[in-house]
């Protein structure tokens, strides 16, 4: 099942028309920080009767505090609507990638406890170089995993996998991001089935997370958000696995 993620830079794009397309879900961009609404975010929503949806905040939060006032102002805009697939924070921005491993995680933990409380799903998406070598699947199990990391499959768990930003839309002459569901969980959620123990049904032991961080700490592999791609970084990863075509 594959599904796709919009913003107003796609705000011409004729939603109804996924229906009848390959695509089976769609997860809108609700709102950026703490004030600023997603100008196509109703127009969208107002569209998407019988199409199983969900949201995301682009997030600019570095504290618990902060997070939390950007999962309260999604929620504000959302105004009690139902949202199927849960609202995601968006972990992306420099100074983000740039926090410490606690206070990243405490960061997230604010804004998925927010929106859980308040009865909806929640989940966190980021890169998997970038977000998830920094934060434990683990940790975050009860929620929905949706990691970014185009051309090639991830490594670890996810639920959701956006796998490129080149994707195409009946009529529609822009690129969309396009998200191929990897978890029973959540094609239960777009299917609107339910699952009697989510946390239970998550994560198989996975090794994987564990060899990225580890190679990711060596000293002068991550002082820049591409610093992954240096060869330095191959060579120390060939200690671990032999499967480099796989995470490129």
Known sequence: M???DVSHYQDGLDLPRLKDSEYSFAILKISEGRGLADSAFD?????????????????????????????????????GRELPLGIFMDVETTAQLKLPKE????????????VTNA?????????????????????????????????????IYCDLWQRTDKGSFPTYYGLVDVDEVMSDRFKNMIEGETVKDP??????????????????????????????????????????????????
């Open 2 to 4: 594959i599904g796709i």
């Open 119 to 155: 009865g909806y799903k929640a989940g966190i998406y980021g890169s998997e170089y970038g977000v998830w070598s920094r934060l434990s699947t683990e940790d975050f199990k009860a929620y929905t995993i949706w990691v970014a990391h185009y051309g090639k499959m991830p490594v």
């Open 199 to 248: 946390v239970a049904a998550t994560f198989p032991p996975d090794p994987s997370i564990m060899v990225l961080q580890a190679v990711l700490q060596f000293n002068g592999y991550w002082d820049k958000i591409t610093g992954y791609k240096s060869k330095e970084f191959f060579s120390a990863l060939r200690e671990f696995t032999d499967d480099m075509e796989a995470l490129k």
């Open 103 to 114: 206070q990243l995680k405490e960061t997230v933990t604010a804004f998925v406890r927010t």
């Open 43 to 79: 127009r969208f929503y107002s569209l998407s009767e019988g199409i199983p949806i969900g949201a995301y905040v682009y997030s600019h939060a570095t504290n618990a505090s902060v997070a939390t006032e950007e999962a309260v102002f999604a929620l504000s805009l959302l105004n």
